[in-house]
């Protein structure tokens, strides 16, 4: 399947332009589930003024949407109308900058901040090791682990908004929740501060090797998407879809993990819609055994093909 090109339309628009504008390009390589169509206009900003003069310049019934790592994403098969924007080279600045602080761009993936930051004595951000994805993706997804949050760490973040205007977002103004910020979804982040404090790398190393091994025993690595549902007050998500019978679950060629029954996994060949609705199944009978009803942490993007 693929979209009206837009790109050329685009492109006259926007004499000055500096990043790479793709139409039609294909997504399904660019997320763990390796699922998904195309977006109809792909962009790879060559730097922040390279996004913010875009995003000035697009026309306003455009829509967009950006990807980071695509380690909590299920794109749709019928593809993603409109722009998706993924950052990459100009956004993969990393800094270690005085009292215990790391900067970092929002391409950098979190392993990779986790590194530096043990690498230069930095303890409080070991926990960013074992998420899989950008800080980006950190950002809007206030991603965490092993007792760590991205909110208990971010000083401050910079982001674009749909109007092109750059601006900095304090820790309050994140707004942050559980696997939430409440800055508007039209933002993309481009870059973070965070906070650490004084620690031994030897220890932090050994931190991150446990975390490393704890995450080997309990969870598929390839072909997911992480948690499927947010853990409901008070309940984990996991045991209830294991307490509804639903570990080992399969639609098509998407399945239930039988390691970690809150994780999906594409045995290969599944479509998009057979995750999704193993994940709509799922959180039927969820309702149906416990009443609860779950919510998708996992985001949903793109449009479902016209049968
Ligand atoms: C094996 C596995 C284990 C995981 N374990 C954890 C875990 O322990 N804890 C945890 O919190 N998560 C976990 N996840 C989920 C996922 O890694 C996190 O949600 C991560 O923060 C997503 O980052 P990403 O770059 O992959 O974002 P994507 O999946 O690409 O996108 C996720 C969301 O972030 C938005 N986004 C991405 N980049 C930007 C940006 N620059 N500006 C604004 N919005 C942006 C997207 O629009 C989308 O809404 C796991 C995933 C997998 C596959």
Known sequence: MSFPDIVPELKTKMPELRGRLLANQSLDELTWFRVGGPAQAFFMPQDENDLAYFLQNLPAETPVTVIGAG????????????????????????????????????????????????????????????????IGGALRMNGGAYGGETKDVLIEARGVDRQGNIRTYSNAEMGFSYRHCGVADDVIFTAAVFQGRAGDSVAIAAEMAEIKSKREKSQPRNRTGGSTFKNPPGASAWKLVDEAGCRGLKVGQAKVSELHSNFLINLEGASAADIETLGETVRERVKAHSGVDLEWEIKRIGIIPAK
């Open 71 to 134: 380690s909590n994403l299920i794109v749709r098969d019928g593809g993603v109308p409109g722009v998706v924007v993924r950052l990459g080279r100009g956004f993969n600045e990393i800094k270690v900058e005085e009292g215990h602080r790391i900067a970092a761009g929002t391409a950098m993936l979190d392993v990779v901040v986790a590194r530096a930051a043990q690498a230069a004595g930095i303890a409080g951000l070991a926990f960013f090791s074992g998420i899989p994805g950008s």
